[in-house]
Nanobody
Framework: QVRLVESGGGLAQPGGSLRLTCVASGFSTKYYPMGWLRRAPGKEREIVSC????????????EYLDSVKGRFTISRNDAENTVYLEMNSLKPDDTGIYYCATSSTRYGCDVVRSRSLYDYWGQGTQVNVSS
């Protein structure tokens, strides 16, 4: 049974940092694309970042939403089935519920994004950026 549990959200001031953690169970993160998505108030859900590997579990590729490039970093510890999202230089526009997600396919982040193939989600963690 696939399960994704996020933590690490909270309140941060503009310019501050937060680190989100996603602990996965029921599958190996090494072989599946792992994404962070968010839903901001009044906006549609968007893919913030994704990390995927090839079929052998190596050659990790990453993608970022343009507005978070240079500020957010996705990383993974496949030995611990955990994915992180380091968020720096936070802005009020980063406010939202952040979800960890994965796909039952082994496609790369670009295919998962273009075909909307995320089909497992965590419960989400709230991030509020405000002074």
């Amino acid at each position: 049974q696939v399960r994704l549990v996020e933590s690490g959200g909270g309140l941060a001031q503009p310019g501050g940092s937060l680190r989100l953690t996603c602990v996965a169970s029921g599958f190996s993160t090494k072989y599946y694309p792992m994404g962070w998505l968010r839903r901001a108030p009044g906006k549609e859900r968007e893919i913030v970042s994704c990390s995927s590997s090839d079929t052998s579990g190596s050659d990790v590729a990453t993608e970022y939403l343009d507005s978070v490039k240079g500020r957010f970093t996705i990383s993974r510890n496949d030995a611990e089935n955990t994915v992180y999202l380091e968020m720096n230089s936070l802005k009020p526009d980063d406010t939202g519920i952040y979800y960890c997600a994965t796909s039952s396919t082994r496609y790369g982040c670009d295919v998962v994004r273009s075909r909307s193939l995320y089909d497992y989600w965590g419960q989400g963690t709230q991030v509020n950026v405000s002074s």
